[in-house]
């Protein structure tokens, strides 16, 4: 299966623990984009990379979250001293724009639980 | 991004065609409209896009008003693994798209 992977699926941690997950894109494409999705809502956009770049932060990413991407092929996305409010689903997703066309590819998501 | 506004649910039967409506009144003239739709515990999944004319797919039906302040998303011939929360967003397309803004959707159930 050549599409977006995530790992872990499911985290659970206690609160003001520091919790790492990271994301493999489809290979050919440039851009990766991270969004979190809590119950009954769509998802949120974090933040998103071109190649190795971080084009774009949303003001949800607080100074607890840290994301990169540092070769330009996975990313990782780090939320340090978590808080109960982070429980949510983290997606990745990635694309390779042309055109009109941005269709962006969704992984399965990581569940983060904050004891 | 132009506000896209939804039904919150809606109810088809299994075989028929379901029609979700979406309004986007603010629409800009170098922004398209994409659906995506998100089984439960599973990531979005993009369905089709369009800027003026009518697309189709091998899932799905776009249909754009002429002044492209709405649209139809149309699964002719429904089946119970359609169902799911569908997402209308109007965004850039190509290299001028980034983010992917969601609003709540319209949750469709196909019944037996």
């Known amino acids: 299966d050549t599409g977006v992977s995530q790992d872990p699926r499911h985290k659970i941690t206690k609160r003001g623990q520091n919790v790492t997950f990271r994301c493999d894109p489809i290979s050919e494409h440039n851009r990766l984009y991270w969004y979190r999705q809590t119950l009954g809502q769509g998802p949120e956009f974090l933040t998103y990379?071109?190649?190795?770049?971080?084009?774009?932060k949303s003001r949800l990413l607080s100074d607890r979250f840290s994301a990169e991407r540092p070769k330009g092929s996975f990313s990782t996305l780090e939320i340090q001293r978590t808080e109960q409010g982070d429980s949510a689903m983290y997606l990745c997703a990635s694309s390779f724009p042309s055109g009109a066309y941005n269709e962006q590819f969704f992984g399965p998501g990581t569940r983060l639980t904050v004891l | 991004d132009a506000k896209t506004t939804q039904p919150p649910s809606m109810d088809c039967a299994e075989g028929r065609a379901a029609n979700l409506p979406c309004n986007h009144s603010t629409i800009s003239g170098n922004e398209y409209v994409y659906w995506y739709r998100q089984i439960h515990s599973q990531g979005p999944q993009y369905i089709i896009h369009g800027l003026k004319n009518n697309e189709t797919n091998e899932m799905a039906s776009l249909i754009i008003t002429e002044d492209r302040k709405s649209s139809t998303l149309i699964l002719p011939h429904a089946t119970l693994r359609d169902t799911a929360v569908y997402y209308c967003i109007v965004t850039k397309g190509g290299t001028s798209g980034s983010r992917l803004t969601f609003g709540e959707g319209t949750q469709l159930t196909v019944n037996p």
């Open positions: 990379f071109q190649n190795e770049a971080q084009l774009e």
